[in-house]
Every structure is written in structure tokens, then in C-alpha cells.
């Protein structure tokens, strides 16, 4: 499984773009589990979404890095 990291935000279309490339990875990536989470300003946190794709039963989870431009959460 992978949790796709973004920065975050309140922005309703920022979560819907997020949770429509996590579809599209998933898809390129034969069908692997992969669910956005966010540094902040939105839910569910990068921790809590590993442990959520941990408690479903998934043993093997990646953290990617979905942060598109340097800030400050990436440089």
C-alpha cells in the first residue's frame, strides 16, 4: 500500500485533486492500495493513514512524497 503525501490544505479542490492522483497512481500501479494524507490543514495526517492502511492488514506501506513545488514541507 502506499500513502500519497501532500502538503495539505483547506481547499476543498486541493483534496479532490490529491485523492484523484492517489486513483491514478493506484491505477499505474496495478491496483495497489494508495490513500492521500496531508502535513496539515487537512485530514487524514500522513501517521494516521498508516496506521489505518496498517490496521486493514497491509504489512508493506510507502510514504510518496506529493509535494509539487519547494516550501515548507520540502525544499
Known amino acids: 500500500a502506499v500513502v500519497l503525501a501532500a502538503a495539505g490544505s483547506r481547499d476543498p479542490e486541493s ?11 493506484g491505477e499505474r500501479l496495478g491496483g495497489v492500495p494508495v490513500v492521500p494524507a496531508y502535513a496539515s490543514a487537512a485530514s487524514p495526517t500522513v501517521p494516521a493513514a498508516v496506521r489505518a492502511l496498517a490496521a486493514r492488514g497491509h504489512r508493506r506501506i510507502a510514504v510518496a512524497s506529493y509535494f509539487t513545488a519547494p516550501g515548507r514541507f520540502a525544499s
Not at 15 to 25: E, W
Open 15 to 25: 483534496a479532490a485533486d490529491a485523492r484523484h492522483t492517489a486513483r491514478l497512481l
